[in-house]
T-cell receptor, first 117, second 113 residues
């Protein structure tokens, strides 16, 4: 299985809602990533988990709360979002970098298209 | 800090014509380089990657890229494009042990019949 899956595909939420994005992989990867991508822009890194521990937080607002309950699953909890948070949210996974070049290859999921009203 | 430059924001090519997309990376002793393709509203698909060794790398869908250390470049090429190649293309760089993948700004490819 060389796939990263993300659910839901689309999400529409109001500014007072609480919702979660889910990402799953079964490639044995121990590093997982959340990216935010606005239209016509490259992905921007938000969080990195390595061995289920948060290793990078790119100064993301606290209304985004990541969680890595096990080595296969990554969640992004959303609360009190703003309309400017509307974007495509991409999840990726890889082996933890440092074990060799192939460990740096990230595999991306299809993304969740988030719209905040 | 790492940086990746894709000088061409938008390229239009006729179907069947050859293609070259440019990418320049920042200096690094051992850069790991990638080309990803993204169709509208979709995730990123890896086309090819370079870690070391042969400087001409072959990828999926008939794409290839050449690593030129002297020019800090990793240009993507295809001898004959198909209408289905219309998409956004991102060049990306990282280094040994680095969790961060630095993306270029992307090149949008349009194919005309």
């Amino acid at each position: 299985d060389t796939e990263v899956t993300q659910t839901p595909k689309h999400l529409v939420m109001g500014m007072t809602n609480k919702k979660s994005l889910k990402c799953e992989q079964h490639m044995g990867h121990r590093a997982m990533y959340w990216y935010k991508q606005k239209a016509k822009k490259p992905p921007e890194l938000m969080f990195v988990y390595s061995y289920e521990k948060l290793s990078i937080n790119e100064s993301v607002p606290s209304r985004f709360s990541p969680e890595c309950p096990n080595s296969s699953l990554l969640n992004l909890h959303l609360h009190a979002l703003q309309p400017e948070d509307s974007a495509l949210y991409l999840c990726a996974s890889s082996h933890p970098p440092g074990g060799g070049p192939a460990y740096n290859e990230q595999f991306f999921g299809p993304g969740t298209r988030l719209t905040v009203l | 800090a790492q940086s990746v430059t894709q000088p061409d924001i938008h390229i239009t090519v006729s179907e069947g014509a050859s293609l070259e997309l440019r990418c320049n990376y920042s200096y690094g002793a051992t850069p790991y380089l990638f080309w990803y393709v993204q169709s509208p509203g979709q995730g990123l698909q890896l086309l090819l990657k370079y870690f070391s060794g042969d400087t001409l790398v072959q990828g999926i869908k008939g794409f290839e890229a050449e690593f030129k250390r002297s020019q800090s470049s990793f240009n993507l090429r295809k001898p004959s494009v198909h209408w289905s190649d219309a998409a956004e293309y991102f060049c990306a760089q990282t280094n040994f042990g680095n969790e961060k993948l630095t993306f270029g700004t992307g090149t949008r490819l349009t194919i005309i019949p």
